[in-house]
């Protein structure tokens, strides 16, 4: 599976953007989604999840209220919706699959196997 982000920018503190991540192949629907960030000099950390089948989704508490995750099979496309955007959401936003992920380590990023190269998201205060 190869990944492709895309739809990060530069916004003001408070404003929305969408990011998007495209998967090669024909199995999009069997993978679990996640989507994990890195800000210059920390880890990289989860930011949200999708579950293959049941589509649950799990989000880092620094997210949730703000940030949604949804995919579209059809499209082989899974999207992050960042609203309420704030200087500390910062970061190279990367997008993440994998297909044999149990609940315990859905925001592990070790259980994901294949990554896109990530999309810069900058707000400003």
């Known amino acids: 599976v190869q990944l492709q982000a895309s739809g990060g920018g530069l916004v003001q503190a408070g404003d929305s953007l969408r990011l998007s991540c495209v998967a090669s192949g024909r199995t999009f629907s069997s993978y679990t989604m996640g989507w994990f960030r890195q800000a210059p000099g920390k880890e990289r950390a989860f930011v949200a999840s999708?579950?293959?089948?049941?589509?649950?989704?799990y989000y880092a508490d620094s997210v949730k209220g703000r940030f949604t995750i949804s995919r579209d099979n059809a499209k082989n496309t899974v999207y992050l919706q960042m609203n309420s955007l704030k200087p500390e959401d910062t970061a190279n936003y990367y997008c993440a699959a994998g297909r044999d992920i149990i609940l315990s380590t859905i925001r592990n990023s070790q259980g994901y196997s294949y990554w896109g190269q990530g999309t810069q998201v900058t707000v400003s205060s």
């Open positions: 999708e579950r293959r089948g049941d589509g649950s989704t």
